[in-house]
């Protein structure tokens, strides 16, 4: 029943979303207003975040409410794949992050892989285009698309950044504890199958 509550209060964002940025009649406005700050206590309420983060998130958002683009690297050596250490939660994730602008989805690739593990690397295919709805990632406020490109390394060593603490590479069947909002054991362990697979075509949902 939560991930329902979750569903529908994501979906009242979005339309609040939109009627701020196209709405003109001061009441309406006000109406829109009410009908975020609901979206925001009923995933307070179904969530493990907190009103007030919530609240600040959907304030900054602007325009037209559309799914956020999250990239990750995925990077084999000696058959095993690179992960980083994140120091918001210390839980271990692919290498990645949001899409930002002037950059494409590759390019954004690259270089969260540079900034978080240290490696210069080069995407050379999309391996998948996952809608975060249906995968086994705790409750978000947003609704995301993960992209997952193939990443081979062209130079320098690993190395921690900003946002990360660790780096090391990770074998199928002896993985860390996992950053689940970032990427699911289901999804790490589905790359490994482009090891054994080159010609293997790109998943999506």
Known sequence: MTKKWLDWAIRIQALAQSGL??????????????????????????????????????????????????????????????????????????????????????????????????????????????DNNHHPHPPQPYHYYKCFFRCNIIKGNASVGMETNDVQFFAKDDLPQLSERRNTESQIKEMFSFLTDMDKETLFD
Not at 92 to 99: A, D, M, N
Request: aromatic share 10%; with cysteine; glycine share 6%.
């Open 21 to 130: 940025s196209f709405s003109k009649d001061k009441y309406d406005i006000e109406r829109y207003e009410e009908l975020r700050e609901i979206s925001a206590e009923i995933m307070a309420n179904h969530s493990e975040l907190s009103f007030e983060k919530i609240h600040d998130l959907f304030a900054t958002e602007k325009g037209y409410q559309t799914p956020k683009i999250d990239v990750r690297g995925v990077v084999f050596q000696d058959n095993k794949i690179l992960l980083v250490k994140e120091k918001m939660d210390n839980k271990w994730s692919l290498p990645g992050g949001f899409c930002e602008v002037g950059l494409s989805a590759a390019e954004n690739c690259e270089k969260e892989i540079m900034e978080e593990a240290g490696f210069d690397v080069k995407a050379v295919k999309l391996l998948a285009f996952f």
